[in-house]
Structures are given as structure tokens and as C-alpha cells.
């Protein structure tokens, strides 16, 4: 059992909804990261969240830590937002990350 | 530009050769780590370097060998031993261990 899942694995939208991407983690966190990578592989970190929500433009992050998820929101969807998304803890004991095998997001025009 | 860069893009190896990848950056980041990512999985961590001289195994270390002589470059070795080779793989750097990383663009190794 990965100790990061994600859902859904593959998302298609249509450009201007509201979208979500579920992360569930089993390990004890000291943060969690959203990252994003784009096709060709190059990854761009999001977000890093502790507690509460973060906004940054049309992206917003939550995370419920007693509950052990986060989401991730993109409101107005994009095309250019077609990307994989994944979702990445850092665990409170030791010095480790643990990554979800990512959400694959597609937005149509 | 601050940033990561990783060389080749692109790498062909031949069964039983060693290649080693190449990750520099000039962020004045400590900590510098290198990952796996294969289809359906996650990022495996293989090598990270907290400091200059310094560098841990990670989960996946065998068949790969890493140093760091200098605080902007951890390069990867990738040794005949690692049995499954073909791969992207991504460097990534942050101040301080376990902080924010940004990543290298990565590279693509594949065996033939």
C-alpha cells in the first residue's frame, strides 16, 4: 500500500469548471507539497501546506491534518492547467518524502 | 538565471556500461536529491545530500552512486548493477533538507 494515494488518477474537463484532486496519506506529516508537472517532465512545486488552506491565483490547497487529506482546487479551468498533479508528504519521523503516483489532468477548450 | 539544470536531456546507455547524469545549481541550496519516476509510480528517492561532503542512500540507492565535492553539483552515477536502468530521473535542490525543493528539468536515461 503506497502511503500516498490520490483521486482520481486521470481527470478530463472542460475549460472554465471548477476541478478537484483528492490526496489521502497514511504517515504522520510535517508538511505536504502540490507539485505540477507539465508534459516533458519538468515539475514545479505548488504549494506547501502545514495546516489550513493556501490561495495562490486560481489554485487553492487545503488540508484536514486529523482527517490525514488535502485537496487541491482549480477554479476557471484552463487549458494551459493540463498537467499532472502530485501530491508529496514529508513525513514527521525521519527524513523522508513519500509521492503519489500523480492525478493526470486534461482541460479541453 | 537561478535554477537547476541536469545534462543530457537525453541518454543512450548499452547494457553493462556506467553512465553518470549531471545536476548542477545555483541557488546556494544545501540539500540536493535525486529521484526515479517510472510509469504508474511515484518520485523514488534514491540519494539526497544534505550538506557538501555528505549524502545519504535513499530507498532505491542500489546500482547508483552518487558524490558531492561541491555544494552546486550532485552528480548520479548510474553503475551496471542497477538491473533496471531505463528511467527519468529528476534532481532536485532546497535551502535546508525536507524545505521547499525545485527541481532540474531531468533526464531521460534509456538502455539498449
Known amino acids: 500500500k503506497n502511503e500516498v494515494e490520490q483521486s482520481p488518477q486521470n481527470l478530463t474537463a472542460q475549460e472554465g469548471e471548477f476541478i478537484t484532486i483528492n490526496c489521502s496519506y497514511s504517515v504522520g506529516i510535517s508538511a505536504l507539497h502540490w507539485l505540477q508537472q507539465h508534459p516533458g517532465g519538468g515539475i514545479v512545486s505548488l504549494f506547501m501546506l502545514s495546516s489550513g488552506k493556501k490561495k495562490h491565483g486560481r489554485l487553492i490547497a487545503t488540508i484536514n491534518i486529523q482527517e490525514k487529506h488535502s485537496s487541491l482546487h482549480i477554479t476557471a479551468s484552463h487549458p494551459r492547467d493540463s498537467a499532472v498533479y502530485i501530491c508529496?508528504?514529508?513525513?514527521?519521523?525521519?527524513?523522508?518524502?513519500?509521492f503519489g503516483t500523480g492525478t493526470s489532468l486534461t482541460v479541453i477548450p | 538565471d537561478g535554477g537547476i539544470t541536469q545534462s543530457p536531456k537525453y541518454l543512450f546507455r548499452k547494457e553493462g556500461q556506467n553512465v553518470t547524469l549531471s545536476c548542477e545549481q545555483n541557488l546556494n541550496h544545501d540539500a540536493m536529491y535525486w529521484y526515479r519516476q517510472d510509469p504508474g509510480q511515484g518520485l523514488r528517492l534514491i540519494y539526497y545530500?544534505?550538506?557538501?561532503?555528505?549524502?545519504q542512500k535513499g530507498d532505491i540507492a542500489e546500482g547508483y552512486s552518487v558524490s558531492r565535492e561541491k555544494k552546486e553539483s550532485f552528480p548520479l552515477t548510474v553503475t551496471s548493477a542497477q538491473k533496471n536502468p531505463t528511467a527519468f530521473y529528476l534532481c532536485?535542490?532546497?535551502?535546508?533538507?525536507?524545505?521547499?525543493?525545485?527541481f532540474g528539468p531531468g533526464t531521460r536515461l534509456l538502455v539498449l
Open positions: 545530500s544534505q550538506i557538501v561532503n555528505d549524502f
Open positions: 508529496a508528504v514529508r513525513s514527521s519521523t525521519g527524513n523522508q518524502f513519500y
Open positions: 532536485a535542490s532546497s535551502p535546508g533538507l525536507l524545505e521547499t525543493q525545485y
